[in-house]
């Protein structure tokens, strides 16, 4: 396990992928944002919700 620390938060959280797997595999992928690193469970979920969000939000555009 490596320890870490939300890069959110601040919270500090084990990620399991040195050893062969950590929890945030079995959730969906997030859009790679430059210089993000690693989110606790609570930030990845709401910047999950939040990403769904805004791809079901209707097009602006005419």
């Known amino acids: 396990m490596r320890d870490l620390a939300?890069?959110?938060c601040g919270?500090?959280?084990?990620?399991?992928?040195?050893?062969?797997?950590?929890?945030c595999a079995e959730l969906p992928a997030l859009e790679?944002?430059?210089g993000r690193d690693c989110?606790?469970?609570?930030c990845l979920e709401i910047a999950l919700e939040a990403e769904l969000?805004?791809?079901?939000?209707?097009?602006?555009?005419?």
């Open 11 to 23: 919270r500090a959280f084990q990620c399991g992928a040195p050893d062969g797997g950590c929890w």
């Open 53 to 62: 969000r805004e791809r079901s939000a209707p097009d602006p555009r005419p």
């Open 6 to 8: 939300c890069a959110r």
């Open 39 to 42: 989110l606790c469970r609570r």
């Open 32 to 34: 790679p944002v430059p």
